[in-house]
């Protein structure tokens, strides 16, 4: 019942063009500072382009964009077989989030942190070509539905980026449309009728929004370029304010028809059978700690690769010392094979800096041959020893306070 950061998975097209997923692997900074609970706004849902609802006044500023649009604003969490990385995503009905297909390519599982809420996702329907990808919750979430915008902006009109780069809390640049229908060569081949910005927009923004001072969605953050040639030698040099996104009308037309369908595609396998169909758990946040929403996220990302048998990148999630201390990945992973997380409530995050403590309840189902004295579901009273090393929040230890776990 620990957890590990994943390890590092560089999705990458030729080296002049960086995929904005963010992986564990970028520089040391401080624990990331959360933005303040996001206000619920109340919109009628739809992936289509659709008029402003009457009575809502536009925004006359970026400030008041941000205040509209940020509760629909989706931190992606998403685990592969070996690793895992992060994304943002974005509302476009209650249960329906619109991010980049390389964000979701070969998931095992996905988180989803909005508005306050903790739930897991499945891919409805990817393309490559046009890196995009709609994503499904179990259950319905509050927050902003964006709407896309009709028609291309011109060049030389303000647009903005809300994401979550370098994991770090909810951020908003702005900047404008350089040029349209530009197109990249990428790794999944030739993308035509990009919008070209100069707005920052580093990993982590992918399949995050690029909206209008309305507020409707201009575009789908995709990729920065960063180098002009790309060999990355003495002849090369960098590219500065060239991002890339994907218009607003591919985005919604593919919104518009992967949301017709009933079943999600089929996740990631990590072994040759699955034991359980669903890496969703059930999470309640109590804790009102600036921390919470990263703290959680790391213990969801743990649990959810134990529940699709990714047990690397559970294990990744973990601190260095942690790993030796449970006698490795081997010892580790042996008495896992049949348990799973179900439900995980965070009553309390204590602590500052880069050191916390969580108080948790976690609800794991196993096998009674697996379980204390053959309980088939078990609640654990749980203190989570938490660091923050730079990149992400990794398990440093997990005691149990109240001893052994009780029945369901």
């Excluded at 940020?70 to 209650?94: D, M, P």
């Excluded at 707005?199 to 995709?222: C, D, F, H, K, W």
Aim: glycine fraction near 8%.
């Amino acid at each position: 019942m620990t957890f590990t950061a994943p390890k590092t998975i560089v999705r990458v097209a030729p080296a002049f063009l960086v995929l904005l997923l963010a992986t564990a692997c970028v520089p040391q900074q401080a624990p990331p500072q959360e933005t303040p609970p996001p206000e619920t706004a109340t919109q009628t849902a739809t992936a289509s382009a659709t008029p402003t609802p009457t009575g809502t006044p536009a925004p006359e500023d970026w400030a008041e964009t941000f205040q509209l649009v940020k509760s629909g604003v989706a931190e992606l969490a998403v685990t592969l077989c070996e690793g895992g990385g992060s994304g943002t995503g974005f509302l476009v009905g209650e249960d329906l989030i619109m991010t980049a297909a390389h964000v979701a390519k070969n998931e095992v599982a996905i988180n989803v942190s909005v508005n306050d809420q903790f739930t897991s996702a499945r891919v409805l329907g990817i393309n490559d070509t046009h890196d995009l990808a709609l994503l499904k919750t179990p259950t319905p979430l509050t927050g902003h539905q964006f709407k896309f915008a009709t028609a291309l902006p011109a060049q030389g009109v303000e647009v903005a980026a809300l994401g979550f780069p370098l994991d770090s809390g909810l951020t908003f640049t702005s900047g404008r449309v350089s040029a349209l229908d530009q197109e990249l060569e990428s790794d999944t081949g030739t993308r035509r009728g990009l919008i070209q910005t100069d707005t920052a927009i580093n990993p982590g923004n992918s399949g995050g929004p690029l909206v209008l001072m309305e507020g409707r969605v201009a575009g789908v953050v995709s990729a920065k370029r960063a180098w002009v040639l790309g060999t990355r030698d003495v002849n090369d040099f960098g590219a500065e304010g060239v991002g890339y996104a994907v218009q607003a009308s591919t985005a919604a037309a593919a919104a518009t028809d992967w949301a017709q369908r009933n079943t999600p595609l089929p996740s990631a396998d990590c072994r040759s059978h699955a034991e359980t169909t669903t890496s969703n758990i059930i999470t309640t946040n109590n804790a009102d700690h600036e921390q919470a929403s990263g703290v959680i996220q790391s213990l969801l990302r743990h649990g959810q690769a134990i529940n699709r048998a990714a047990y690397e990148a559970a294990f990744a999630v973990m601190t260095p010392e942690l790993q030796a201390e449970v006698e490795g990945f081997e010892t580790w992973k042996a008495g896992l094979k049949t348990s799973f997380w179900r439900a995980l409530t965070v009553n309390a995050i204590n602590g500052s800096g880069d050191q916390l403590t969580v108080d948790a309840v976690l609800r794991t189902e196993q096998a009674a041959a697996d379980g204390r004295d053959g309980q088939t579901c078990s609640d654990w009273t749980i203190e989570y020893r938490m660091t923050w090393d730079g990149t992400i929040w990794r398990i440093a230890g997990a005691d149990d306070p109240s001893g052994p776990p009780k029945p369901c």
